[in-house]
Nanobody, 123 residues
Framework: QVQLVESGGGLVQPGGSLRLSCAAS????????MGWYRQAPGKQRELVAT???????NYADSVKGRFTISRDNAKNTADLQMASLKPEDTAVYYC?????????????????WGQGTQVTVSS
């Protein structure tokens, strides 16, 4: 199994910045893609940003130019630096990772989610 733990959420004023971190642990052989998703009250979970093992990134149009995703392949971590935050960025942010796990010599594809961290943008 692969577990993800997020940290860094909180309350921030509009225009402020916040950094989220995600750490993956468990029987990890390799992580292909790590990403951040968010879910606001009454809305579906949506993609925020993803990053591949080779560093290719993808962003939702609503966060382009304001959010930056990065990862450390050696540490199995991914961060989301958020700037110029808006009230509409308020949501629970979830980390996601997809890749291969290895246990007792057996490889398995995994897709894991973290428990989520609340980000509230309000004055």
């Amino acid at each position: 199994q692969v577990q993800l733990v997020e940290s860094g959420g909180g309350l921030v004023q509009p225009g402020g910045s916040l950094r989220l971190s995600c750490a993956a642990s468990g029987n990890i052989f390799s992580i292909n893609t790590m990403g951040w998703y968010r879910q606001a009250p009454g809305k579906q979970r949506e993609l925020v940003a993803t990053i591949t093992m080779t560093g290719t990134t993808n962003y939702a149009d609503s966060v382009k130019g304001r959010f930056t995703i990065s990862r450390d392949n050696a540490k199995n971590t991914a961060d989301l630096q958020m700037a110029s935050l808006k009230p509409e960025d308020t949501a629970v942010y979830y980390c996601n990772a997809e890749g291969l796990s290895r246990s007792s010599g057996v490889f398995s594809i995994f897709g894991s989610w973290g428990q989520g961290t609340q980000v509230t943008v309000s004055s």
